[in-house]
């Protein structure tokens, strides 16, 4: 061992800008390294991001499909009387005076009242 390490001595002292580049490129060498496995944008940190960005677009796309839609809907709702009264009907039991409004309910639905 003694011995190696007087030869790798004697061989910086012969050529002392060949082992001192060398050294720089070493060091060059391991600190890009240490960023890459360890720093702050390491491998396993990108994989993090990634899936985040994935799961960020997926919820993007379900907004996005929600808010074509609503604008749908208010296109629809801004066309004329007669979709907004259909709406108005539908969705709250609206009538117009003089008519008459029927509820129909299922056979299912009078069967379980009777048995409560």
């Known amino acids: 061992m003694y011995s190696l390490i007087t030869k790798l001595l004697k ?59 609503l604008i749908r809907e208010k296109k629809k709702l801004n066309s004329g009387q007669e979709a907004l009264e259909g709406v108005a009907r539908l969705e709250l039991g609206m009538i117009k005076p003089g008519e008459q409004f029927y509820v129909f309910k299922e056979k299912a639905q009078e069967d379980s009242k009777e048995d409560n």
């Open 11 to 69: 061989s910086v002292k012969s050529a002392p800008l060949f082992s001192g580049s060398f050294l720089i490129l070493c060091c060059i060498i391991g600190a890009t390294q240490y960023q890459y496995w360890f720093g702050l944008y390491s491998s396993s940190n990108l994989k993090d991001l990634k899936e985040e960005i994935q799961l960020i677009e997926l919820e993007t796309d379900l907004i996005q499909k929600t808010n074509e839609e």
